[in-house]
């Protein structure tokens, strides 16, 4: 399932429209708000999908029978460009174990790159929801490989990914991959790569709009 967010014509397509603005770029908190929004919007849709359990609530006037949560997903992000996307999912599953995956670009001389994963920090994912979010589905390659490094953790129970802009390549590429039926909710999907494998038109290097330019490329 893959739903494209900006399609339903809502507040999510403003917000995409301003992370890709270069005249917004360089208000950074504005461009983390965003992505923090677009997160929170994401994880209320998904939390529609969970499974609930009936609990009984005592209040000053009497007992209600409530719908909760049957149990708290983990949430899992990329560093660092995901941070601001993950918080917006912490704000709605408040309760949730967190997952934080590094993974980045190892850029080669003649111009390809590798994709390195060389932290991971999360408790057990076995037979459990499984939310990751990651600001640009580019490639899809840091996203796959991410996925399998976390299944050495356990199998989830299902895995929803949150992007803000998704790549057709990209997504193409997760379903071919992963062994899965493919969760994706995005702010939007962007027809083409350049030959560097970022997104076009897309917004730029998510990371450092969020949090200034880095010396590593």
Known sequence: MIRNLSEEHSLISNWVSELRDIQVHSDRLRFRRNLERIGEVAAYEISKELAWVTREVQTPLGVHSSKVLKEQPVIATILRAGLAMHQGVLNYFDKADNT??????????????????????????????????????ATGTSLAKTIKALEHLGKPAKTYIIAAIASKQGIDYLESSIGEQLNLWCGDIDDQLDDNGYIVPGLGDAGDLAFGEKLQH
């Open 100 to 137: 934080f995956v590094s993974a980045y670009r190892k850029h080669n001389e003649d111009g390809s790159f590798d994709i390195v994963l060389d932290y991971v920090s999360s408790p057990s994912i076995q037979d459990r929801i499984l939310i990751i979010s990651d600001p640009m589905l």
